[in-house]
């Protein structure tokens, strides 16, 4: 590769939970509940998947994608589900313990975060591919053609992309991939949406009061209030809230430019897509709130 390239070191190891014994795959039988803990979890980021006749390293499997779709920023990571003791299911990254799927939404995001290098713009510093394969883009299209087409493992840092959006690109072995992030929280998403469904409202008393009730209890306790404390308490605990869609990643085994245009071009129309479902998702719940309020 002829073109000049930047290197950064990479970001110090992050220190990971402490690891668990393996429990021998096969060994134990899933129940039901853990089945359907993690299918709750998976949904967040593959809406249509389901578990139902899944073995355990399709379970894996779909664990990564999920991955690719959250944007926690651990690709770097392998990610499987494991057995446990009485029926149960873990999620393990690189042969560390995450927890149990039962353990709940909020604590497996805390565990997962505290794995985590988000920079100021909640990218990741983390990356992919080992030390010494990173390169930043320079202007133009010369030194991505050269990278696309004849470079062995290699990866970008991350560059500004369109709507708001940042873009990383790298292949490892025969595969080439792009990588589109859009960061955003569970919360913001949620309290958007709560937002979108008062301003919704045809009832103008009731987009009155709910607005008041947003000044003393913040908008989705004004939106949620408009049943039970059952239902908030319900939201709360919800993977979504959690694990949203920040992330796109695509894939192919060509080695042209234009094949990596295509591949680009996919990621960010897939990213746009499943963030727009989210927030539908969010505000057709909430606003069912509403309507049978």
Aim: a neutral charge; glycine letters at 8%.
């Amino acid at each position: 590769m002829t073109q000049k390239t930047k290197t950064k070191p990479a970001p110090a190891p992050h220190p990971q939970p402490q690891a668990a014994p393996v429990a021998e795959a096969g060994a134990h039988e899933t129940d039901a509940a853990p089945r359907r803990a993690l299918e709750s979890l998976l949904q967040t980021a593959l809406p249509e998947i389901s578990l139902a006749g899944l073995d355990l390293p399709e379970l894996s499997s779909a664990l990564s994608r999920a991955h690719d779709a959250w944007g926690l920023g651990l690709r770097h990571l392998r990610h499987e589900v494991r057995p446990e003791e009485g029926g149960g299911l873990a999620l393990y990254a690189d042969r560390t313990r995450i927890g149990s799927v039962q353990d709940g939404p909020e604590a497996l995001a805390n565990t997962y975060a505290s794995m985590q290098a988000p920079d100021e713009r909640g990218l990741s510093s983390w990356a992919v591919l080992p030390e010494g394969h990173r390169v930043t883009l320079e202007g133009g299209t010369r030194q991505l053609k050269v990278l696309v087409e004849d470079a062995r493992d290699f990866e970008t840092h991350w560059s500004a992309h369109t709507g708001g959006m940042h873009l990383r690109t790298g292949r490892q072995g025969d595969t080439l991939w792009v990588e589109v992030a859009r960061p955003t929280s569970g919360r913001d998403l949620v309290q958007d949406a709560a937002w979108e469904v008062v301003e919704r409202i045809k009832d103008r008393a009731l987009r009155r009061s709910l607005q008041k009730q947003a000044e003393e209890r913040g908008i989705l306790g004004a939106v949620l209030s408009a049943r039970s404390g059952e239902v908030e308490a319900s939201m709360r605990r919800s993977p979504g809230l959690y694990f949203t869609v920040n992330a796109a990643v695509t894939r192919t085994d060509l080695r042209t430019l234009d094949g990596w245009r295509a591949l680009q071009k996919e990621a960010t129309t897939a990213l746009e897509s499943a963030q727009e479902v989210q927030v539908n998702r969010l505000v057709a719940m909430l606003g069912n709130t509403i309507r049978n309020r």
